[in-house]
């Protein structure tokens, strides 16, 4: 499988209701990911699926990626606030070849490490907001931790850049 793992866009500090979950996408934000999305589509094919948290900064953001790449979005509640390991277990059970998951920090970074390494408590990678990693894993072929392959990770200001050409 071919992961692309975005974390969404700058969000307002204070949902509507108050709470985390519904937190919104700013106007810079919205901005910022449209070029950042746009950028990714200079570099990378177009996900046979794209799967969002359920919280509404990072359905914005997938909403965002889906006009991009013409395409619609579904919602993972693995990829809400928890565990990576919840996430391991949905993607596993993909068929698809090239997926794009929108998500949150720590656990985008936290499943990264675990994809790749196995260890979920590295805490080397750390993904900006409305920035990508990709990463080449034996996941769907019923491997559950490390033997991923982390091809890149692009910060939300290099995929912008490559937008720009």
Same mark, same amino acid.
């Given at each position: ?7 969404h866009?700058?969000a ?8 985390d ?9 919205? +901005? !910022?990911?449209? /070029?950042? *999305? %746009? ?9 046979e699926? &794209?799967?969002?948290s359920?919280?509404?900064?990072a ?7 889906a ?6 979005t579904q919602?993972c509640d ?10 391991v277990?949905e993607? +596993? !059970?993909?068929? /698809?070849? *090239? %997926?794009?998951?929108?998500g ?5 970074s936290? &499943? ?8 979920e ?9 409305a920035g990508?990693?990709a990463i ?10 490390g033997g991923?392959r982390l ?12 937008a720009?050409?």
């Amino acid at each position: 499988m071919l992961l692309f793992i975005f974390r969404h866009g700058i969000a307002e500090d204070h949902g509507p209701d108050g709470t985390d979950d519904s937190r919104r996408l700013t106007d810079e934000g919205k +901005r !910022k990911t449209r /070029e950042a *999305v %746009v950028g990714l589509s200079c570099i990378a094919g177009k996900p046979e699926v &794209l799967l969002s948290s359920p919280l509404v900064r990072a359905r914005q953001t997938a909403e965002i990626a889906a006009q991009v790449f013409d395409m619609d979005t579904q919602v993972c509640d693995a990829l809400g606030i928890g565990p990576a390991g919840d996430v391991v277990r949905e993607l +596993r !059970k993909m068929e /698809e070849d *090239v %997926v794009m998951i929108v998500g949150h920090e720590p656990q985008l970074s936290i &499943l990264a490490e675990m994809l790749c390494t196995g260890d979920e408590a590295i805490g080397y990678i750390q993904l900006k907001k409305a920035g990508c990693i990709a990463i080449e894993t034996p996941i769907n072929e019923g491997a559950a931790r490390g033997g991923g392959r982390l091809l890149w990770i692009a910060t939300p200001a290099m995929l912008r850049g490559l937008a720009e050409r």
